[in-house]
C-alpha cells in the first residue's frame, strides 16, 4: 500500500513526489530534468506521441480479454471516470455490480479491492466538491500518461492534447477517425460513438447537422479571476467548454455522456487541453484555493506500474513540479481580467428571471422572456441595472439542469436576438450542455449539486444596450444533439455580480 510519509507530506513539493508521485518505477522524469513536453495532437510532435499512444491503446484493450480487472487495463482506466449504469443505478450500485461481473461476486483480491475505491470517481461528478473538477482531472490523465509510457516502453512519452479553441482545429484528429481495418496502426482510437460527422473529418462546430457559431468554443472563462464558486473559473470551464466538446465530440452512447466518455481515447487528449487551459489561467495570474483542507485531500489512483498511489490536491497545483510543461499555453481573452480588482459577490443578485420547468427542450428554437424578479421594485430592467453601480459583470444562469439518462443534448443561446432569423452571431452567449448532469435533479441521487451552467454577458449586454435595448431582456435557445435522457432546466437568470 502507497501512502505518503510525513517526511514527505512536510518537505512537499519535488521531495513529496519522489515518495507519492513518482513512486515505484522511477522512470518518470523528475523536477530537475527538462519537463515532458505536451504538444497539440495537430503538430509534428504531437503525431508522433500518437504513434506510441495507439500502440498503447491496443495493448491496454487487449488486456481487458487477456487480464480482465488489471488497474492498467483500458476498461479499468475508463471505469475510474464513470461505468455504464451510474447515471440510472447511482455510482455505489453501478460499480459493485461491474465489480461482480469483472471479479466475481464476493471478490476480495486486490485489485477488486481497488476498483471499488477508484470506480466512478470523477469529481464533481460523484461529489459536491465542484472545485476538484481540475485537480481529479489532473491526477488522472496525469497517472494515465505514466501508464501509457510504460505500456509502450516510452519513457519520454507525453500526451497530446486536443486544441479545439484553435478555429483551424476543430476537426477530430485524423489519427482517430480510421477502424482498424482500414488502419491497423491508429485503429484503436477510432470509436463508432461519436457525431458521425466528426468520424468524417468534418469540424464538431459546424459538421453535418450542427451549426454552432465559431464562439462556441472559446477561452471565456479563463476571464474569471476567482477560482471557486457557480461564477468561478473552474465551474465555467466545466460547464462552458469542456461539456460542449464532449457533446460536440461524441453521442450519448460516448464522449457525449459521463459514464462512457473515458472509453473514447480522445477523451484524454481533450482533459489533457482541459489541463493546460487551467495551466495557462495560472500563468496569466489566475491564483488557486489556497485552502490546507482542500490541498490535503487525497484521491486513489494507480501510478504507471499499476501501483495504489493516494496523491494529495496540493501535489498537483503546479505542473514543473509534476515534470511536464505545454508547448504553448492559451491566453485569456481579456488579458486584464486577472488583474486584482474589486471583489465581487460570491452568489450574485437576480435581475431578470423565467422559469423553464415546463419547458419542452426538444423545439427547434425557443423564445424566453425574462421578468421582473417578483422582489424588485424597479420595473425597468435598465433601472435594476442601473441601481447595481458601476463594475458590476453580468451572467446568464441556468439552474436546475437535469437529465433521466445519458444525452448528448446541448443548447446554443442567444441573448436579445427574438427578431432575428438568420446567422447573426453577434448576439450569441454560449452552448449550454447536459454533460456532468447525468444523475441530478429529478433523476438524482443524494448528496450531488444542483447543477447550473453560467455565462458571463456583460460586454454583450453593454453592446445591445447601446443598440437600445428598453425591454426586459429575451433569450433564444437553440437546441442540437440526441434528446434521449429527457433533458430539463427549472430555471434561467440573468445575474448581475
Ligand atoms: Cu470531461
Known sequence: MMEFSRRAVIAGGAAGLGVGLLSGGGHRARAAT???????????????MLGIYAGAVKTMMEWDQKWKGDPRSWQFQWYTHSLPGADKLGPDVARQQAINEVYGAGATVPHAILAGEMWATCQPHYSTRNDDFL?????????????????????AFALPYWDYTNPDAQTLPEEFRRPS????KFGALFRETRNSWVNLGQSITTGGTVKHPPAALNLNSMNEPDYSGNYGFCKLLESGLHGSVH????????????????GDPIFWLHHCNVDRVWAGWNKAGGQNPSDPAWEARTY????????????????????????????VLPVPPKPQSLVAGTPRRLTGITLATASLATTS??????????????????TSFMERLKDMGSGVKLYVSFRGLSVHGATDANIDVYLNKRYDTGTDDAH?????????????GHAGHEGMAEQEAS????????TLAQLGLNEEPTLVLVPSGTDTGDPRIESVDLVAR
Not at 34 to 48: D, I, L, T
Not at 305 to 325: C, H, K, N
Not at 455 to 462: G, H, K, Q, S, W
Open 135 to 155: 485537480p481529479w482531472h489532473r491526477m488522472y490523465v496525469w497517472y494515465f500518461e505514466a501508464i501509457i509510457a510504460s505500456v509502450s516502453g516510452e519513457p
Open 181 to 184: 481495418s482500414v488502419d491497423p
Open 428 to 440: 450569441f452567449v454560449d452552448n449550454v450542455g447536459f454533460f456532468g448532469t447525468e444523475g441530478h
Open 247 to 262: 457533446d460536440f465530440t461524441g453521442n450519448e452512447t460516448g464522449m457525449g455522456a459521463v459514464t462512457t466518455a473515458a
Open 34 to 48: 527538462p519537463p515532458r513536453v505536451r504538444s497539440s495532437a495537430h503538430s509534428k510532435e504531437g503525431k508522433e
Open 300 to 327: 486513489v489512483f494507480v501510478n504507471g506500474e499499476g501501483d495504489r498511489v493516494t496523491p494529495r490536491i496540493g501535489d498537483v497545483l503546479d505542473i514543473a513540479s509534476l515534470g511536464y510543461a505545454y508547448d
Open 455 to 462: 455565462f458571463e454577458v456583460t460586454e454583450l449586454m453593454a
Open 361 to 378: 427542450l426538444n423545439d427547434t428554437r425557443i423564445i424566453v422572456n425574462l421578468d421582473r424578479p417578483a422582489d424588485s421594485k424597479n
